[in-house]
């Protein structure tokens, strides 16, 4: 059992009349990937600013590397690595600048700048002015500014949101090798197959309130249907796509069905995804 | 950390080529417009007079000699000529006029006065011609009375009755405001910046506090307001009259601007927001400037206005070589303003973060 670095108890917070999140619980493990899935609005945004000490809660508490975020946030934050959802980066500043001036925030001696750009993929760049970096570049070099004080926990607010194909390589790999090296990574997202591929566990929020918490493998097994999809040419040389639920009483009959109604092309089974499940357990999709 | 952050906001100030240009245009602009206006006070009246052909030579010569007026023509050149502004004020005097002075029998004359003439002056043009033409014995050619012209004002004498000052002088305070101004307008620009876009976030989730980051900002804000301005008194060679006052003065001004900027950013989003905030404040905040240059069109509402303190004592110092204990009411109330809208634009921008 790894050290709980994030534990979350009854954590509120309500703008108004409006409960935005609702009476959450959860702990994170050291080194441990969370996936913080929910569609816009879910309270996925107020839930990280809650964690990171932006926010004060309404109810509950919140407690980080054993120490209430909100008694001793600036103790806490020098532990604490955030990437944002938009780029707020100086664009005015190139990047070594905006680099060294978190360095200097944090204190930290001897800082070399270009080692992590480097990391990020930014080395040859850095002299540019920010504003002339692409969206890809300023989400890598937000990641790279909330690596620079080696943070215990790592807190990203969809990384790789809207980003190409390369971009989202790089991020996935820097999240991999953080959690490896034993940084707890809170990532937030919409995107439910890189949650899937990144999670170590995945908690499912729906309008302020956690729908399910588990890794992504047993919510599969207790929530996804898995399914057998054939393709079949009849004898009049039509083609027919059959999707056979494999968990039912009768499925063993309907594939026999499927099987005898003509000459098999393809046959191949199929495995619930994140996304299926999230619309099982909440009845909407990730992007309403 | 504040170190830090002050580097960081000052690279950012002058990088943005708006503020940058405007900041070195006003500081040259300024200087320049000090120097380009008179350095000597302008007391004189330009009048004309027309008086009629069987007027002697020497009561011509003395006329205009006595109320210091052009001899002109005709009524109509003398018309024309004050409505161009060639002249302030004038007069004609017909042959029944100046049989009437000559019998020493009541006169009434009309001034013509240029357009635009306030009030007051039209007042003082009546003072100058009853003056003028009551003192002229026209036999003689002597003054019947002696005028002492000599004017005490009680109190501190900011119209410059008894001493006028020149206008650049009188125009200082004004300059000052304004360069403070563009300060106020660069300020408030780089903390709407932080919240706009959202950098303000990313530095409060470090070990920066938010005390740190409002302490960078107003030291910024200050300083460079402060050294804006006391490089134009620098320039305009005005930093020796009162060295100690005006150095006050400045800081505890750079301490309003500083505020109001904090306010500005509090309520603004965007550059046009801000600019469109400053450029009010701006207009409120010059106006005892304005005053100091046309005393008769101040109010009194204008010393509910924060920089009314700061140009008083400005004015008063550098004028009239007023001392601390003259000054020192008016520093106090600029600090407590300068305060205020510094707290009260903190609260509010902690509460956007």
């Not at chain 1, 968990?247 to 092309?265: I, Q």
């Not at chain 2, 309520?267 to 400037?289: K, T, Y």
């Not at chain 2, 008769?296 to 008063?316: G, Q």
């Amino acid at each position: 059992m790894t050290a709980t670095t994030i534990s979350v108890h009854n954590l509120t917070y309500r703008f108004g009349k409006l409960t935005a999140v609702d009476h959450i619980n959860f702990e994170v493990g050291e080194g441990e990937v969370l996936g913080f899935l929910g569609p816009n609005g879910a309270g996925k945004t107020t839930t990280v600013r809650m964690l990171t000490g932006q926010l004060k809660p309404t109810e509950g508490n919140v407690a980080i590397l054993g120490e209430d975020i909100h008694q001793s946030a600036k103790k806490v934050q020098q532990y604490l690595g955030v990437s944002f959802e938009t780029a707020n980066l100086y664009e005015e500043m190139n990047a070594v600048e905006n680099l060294n001036l978190f360095a200097r925030l944090f204190k930290i001696r001897n800082f070399k700048a270009m080692d992590l750009l480097e990391k990020v993929g930014l080395s040859g760049r850095e002299k540019e002015k920010v504003a002339a970096y692409s969206k890809g570049m300023k989400q890598r070099l937000m990641l790279a500014r909330a690596l620079i004080n080696q943070p215990r926990i790592l807190f990203l607010d969809e990384p790789t949101d809207g980003l190409d194909p390369v971009s989202s390589q790089t991020i996935h790999a820097i999240i991999r090798q953080a959690s490896e090296d034993g940084t707890t990574v809170f990532l937030t997202t919409h995107d439910m197959v890189k949650a899937d591929k990144l999670s170590h566990h995945v908690a499912f929020i729906n309008k302020g309130k956690i729908a399910a918490l588990d890794q992504p493998s047993e919510l599969k097994q207790h929530y996804g249907k898995r399914l057998l999809k054939v393709e079949i040419e009849d004898d009049s040389g039509r083609k027919h796509t059959h999707s056979l639920p494999l968990d039912e009483k009768d499925s063993a009959e309907k594939v026999r069905e499927a099987f005898a109604s003509g000459r098999v092309l393809t046959a191949h089974t199929e495995e619930a995804t994140l996304e299926d499940i999230f619309i099982e357990i909440t009845g909407r999709g990730l992007l309403g | 950390m504040i170190g830090a952050l002050i580097e960081k906001d000052f690279k950012l100030y002058f990088r943005n080529r708006f503020f940058l240009v405007v900041t070195l245009l006003g500081l040259v602009a300024f200087v320049a417009l000090y120097y380009l206006m008179p350095s000597k006070p302008d007391d004189t009246i330009a009048t004309a007079i027309v008086l009629p052909e069987n007027a002697t030579s020497e009561m011509k010569a003395f006329l205009s000699d006595a109320m210091d007026s052009n001899l002109l023509a005709s009524k109509e050149e003398l018309l024309e000529a004050v409505e161009n502004g060639d002249y302030q004020a004038g007069t004609v005097l017909d042959e029944a006029a100046l049989a009437a002075i000559d019998q020493g029998k009541a006169v009434t004359i009309t001034v013509y006065s240029a357009p635009g003439t306030t009030p007051e002056f039209k007042q003082a043009l009546i003072s100058l011609y009853t003056a003028g033409f009551n003192n002229i014995d026209l036999d003689t050619g002597q003054t019947k009375i002696k005028i002492n012209d000599k004017i005490i004002v009680l109190g501190p004498d900011l119209l410059g009755i008894g001493e006028p000052v020149a206008l650049r002088d009188r125009m200082l305070p004004l300059l000052l405001m304004m360069m403070f101004s563009i300060e106020l307008m660069g300020l408030a620009n780089l903390i709407s910046e932080e919240l706009t876009q959202g950098t303000a976030r990313a530095l409060l989730v470090t070990p920066l506090r938010t005390g740190q980051f409002f302490a960078a900002k107003m030291l910024l804000g200050m300083g460079l307001a402060f050294i804006e301005t006391l490089l134009i008194t620098i320039a305009v060679g005005k930093i020796t009259v009162a060295p100690v006052i005006l150095i006050g003065a400045l800081l505890v001004g750079s301490l309003l601007v500083t505020g109001v900027a904090f306010f500005i950013a509090a309520f603004a989003g965007g550059f046009m927001s801000v600019l469109s905030w400053s450029v009010l404040f701006l207009f409120i905040l010059i106006l005892p400037g304005i005053g100091v240059i046309f005393p008769t069109i101040a109010s009194n509402w204008i010393k509910t206005i924060p920089s009314f303190f700061l140009v008083d004592a400005l004015h008063r110092a550098l004028n009239y070589g007023a001392g601390w204990g003259d000054v020192r009411m008016d520093l106090l109330i600029l600090f407590g303003s300068g305060l205020l809208f510094l707290l009260l634009g903190g609260w509010v921008l902690r509460r956007r973060f």
